[in-house]
């Protein structure tokens, strides 16, 4: 089983500053066709998951583009350039090579 | 609008038997896989497994082979999860997402919370 490693655990960030947080895997996730088999995804208070970042750096549909991801083999970034009240929550990599693991999550609040 | 709609929450006795269901619109239900996904109270997220709308073949994690089972109705656009016997260790939300090649659990459902308490 690929694990998933995130660190930190808790981010405290004052509005407008920069966050990043920080995803390892166990084992590369970069597939034989040369994309990285990695998502990033925001759990907001009382919602389910929604999807922020594919295949390592692809914004979704529909977020901002303040957040973006960097990295490739084990090493893998979550960046958001300002942060806003709505980004609270707790953020989850993913790895999609074998089968699927998260990472334990990141809780993000406002200082 | 592509949506996946959960069945509500469920309350149930150690030992009773449940199936939860997951029903697609607004795409082509079996385009995708419908996986499901375990969050138990105040932790992470773990796969569960997955299953596939055209043939209802199935892939599951180790940690939950045996213990439940996934079927699909395409008649209906409806995945379903089910235990023969839980425990109150199944206690949790339950979310379906589905995914494609390149295209991992884009959407989700809304979560079906599972209490086991005697």
């Known amino acids: 089983e690929i694990v998933m490693t995130q660190s930190p655990l808790s981010l405290p960030v004052s509005p407008g500053e920069p966050a990043s947080i920080s995803c390892r895997s166990s084992?590369?996730?970069?597939?034989?066709?040369?994309?990285?088999?990695l998502n990033w995804y925001l759990q907001k208070p009382g919602q389910s998951p929604q999807l922020l970042i594919s295949?390592?750096?692809n914004r979704a549909s529909g977020v901002p583009d303040r957040f973006s991801g960097s990295g490739s083999g084990t090493d893998f970034t979550l960046k958001i350039s300002r942060v806003e009240a709505e980004d609270v929550g707790t953020y989850y990599c993913?790895?999609?090579?074998?089968?699927?693991?998260f990472g334990q999550g990141t809780k993000l609040e406002i200082k | 609008e592509v949506q996946l709609v959960q069945s509500g929450a469920e309350v149930k006795k150690p030992g009773e038997s449940l199936r939860i269901s997951c029903e697609g619109s607004?795409?082509?239900?079996?385009?995708?896989?419908i996986n499901w996904v375990r969050q138990m109270p105040g932790r992470g997220l773990e796969w569960m497994g997955r299953?596939?709308?055209?043939?209802?073949?199935?892939n599951y994690n180790p940690s939950f082979q045996g213990h439940v089972t996934m079927s699909v109705d395409k008649s209906i656009s409806t995945a379903y999860l089910q235990w023969n016997s839980l425990k109150a260790s199944d206690s949790g939300m339950y979310y379906c997402?589905?995914?494609?090649?390149?295209?991992?659990?884009?959407?989700w459902g809304q979560g079906t919370l599972v209490t086991v308490s005697s």
């Open positions: 299953v596939d709308p055209r043939d209802s073949n199935s």
């Open positions: 607004g795409y082509s239900f079996t385009t995708y896989w």
């Open positions: 084992q590369s996730l970069l597939h034989s066709h040369g994309y990285n088999c």
């Open positions: 993913m790895q999609a090579l074998q089968s699927y693991t």
């Open positions: 997402a589905r995914s494609i090649s390149l295209v991992d659990f884009d959407f």
């Open positions: 295949l390592g750096s």
